[in-house]
């Protein structure tokens, strides 16, 4: 787990009814050059509260800076934590999870569904040029970690500012059934809707 969990300790408490987190997913088209970002705050109540939509450029690297953006724009002070439907989006455009963190002051779950054996060599392949940058954006990731939900199913989480067990804690206020926390479910449906429009 990545370091610096003082963020954490002070704005995420699980337990308590009023936890909000901002829950950010995409939808996008292999022909198209870019994505659409939704973000749900929704409370551990599961009632939703606020959303953001914001894009990022498919191959490109303005995923981390849109993301700040989104929660910049919602000018909330309330919000606890935030979960990302992954950090590899957009066919390779890399979230900086730790930077999120650090921007944003709150702490960062970023969430996989399966495991792999990583993505060196489809960043070599994808990318003609400039492959290099790309993969030492995707080294300085770090390890991800396997954990089980209470639901029985397993995640992959990468996580900044908070401890895994922590981690472990928010995603199961917000996970009903399965593995997809509630937040990010409903984040893609509404970028998969944004996205339907545009």
């Given at each position: 787990?990545h370091a610096?969990?003082?963020?954490?300790?002070?704005r995420?408490?699980?337990?308590k009814?009023?936890?909000r987190?901002?829950?950010i997913?995409?939808?996008?088209?292999?022909s198209?050059?870019r994505?659409t970002?939704?973000g749900v705050v929704?409370?551990?109540?599961?009632?939703?509260?606020g959303?953001?939509f914001?894009?990022?450029?498919?191959?490109?690297?303005?995923?981390?800076?849109n993301?700040i953006?989104?929660?910049r724009?919602?000018a909330?002070?309330?919000?606890?934590c935030?979960l990302l439907d992954?950090?590899?989006i957009?066919?390779?455009?890399?979230i900086?999870?730790?930077r999120?963190?650090d921007k944003?002051?709150?702490?960062?779950?970023?969430?996989?569904?399966e495991?792999?054996?990583?993505l060196?060599?489809?960043?070599r392949h994808?990318?003609?040029?400039?492959?290099?940058?790309?993969?030492?954006?995707?080294?300085?990731?770090?390890?991800?970690?396997?954990?089980t939900l209470?639901?029985?199913?397993?995640?992959?989480?990468?996580?900044?500012g908070?401890?895994q067990?922590r981690?472990?804690?928010v995603?199961?206020?917000f996970?009903l059934?399965g593995s997809?926390?509630?937040p990010?479910?409903?984040a893609k449906l509404?970028?998969r809707?944004?996205?339907l429009m545009?």
């Open positions: 787990m610096r969990t003082s963020i954490g300790a002070r995420v408490h699980s337990e009814k009023g936890i987190v901002l829950g997913a995409e939808s996008f088209k292999k198209g050059k994505s970002l939704a929704m409370r551990r109540d599961l009632i939703i509260d959303m953001v914001a894009g990022a450029t498919l191959g490109g690297d303005d995923a981390t800076d993301i953006s989104m929660h724009s919602l909330r002070d309330d919000i606890n935030i992954g950090l590899v957009s066919m390779y455009n890399i900086d999870g730790g999120v963190a944003t002051g709150l702490p960062v779950v970023a969430i996989t569904f495991d792999s054996k990583g060196a060599d489809s960043i994808h990318f003609a040029a400039g492959w290099q940058s790309k993969l030492e954006q995707y080294e300085r990731l770090g390890k991800r970690e396997r954990i209470r639901t029985g199913k397993n995640l992959f989480i990468r996580c900044w908070l401890s067990k981690a472990v804690a995603l199961d206020s996970t059934q997809v926390p509630e990010i479910r409903v509404a970028a809707s944004c996205s545009l």
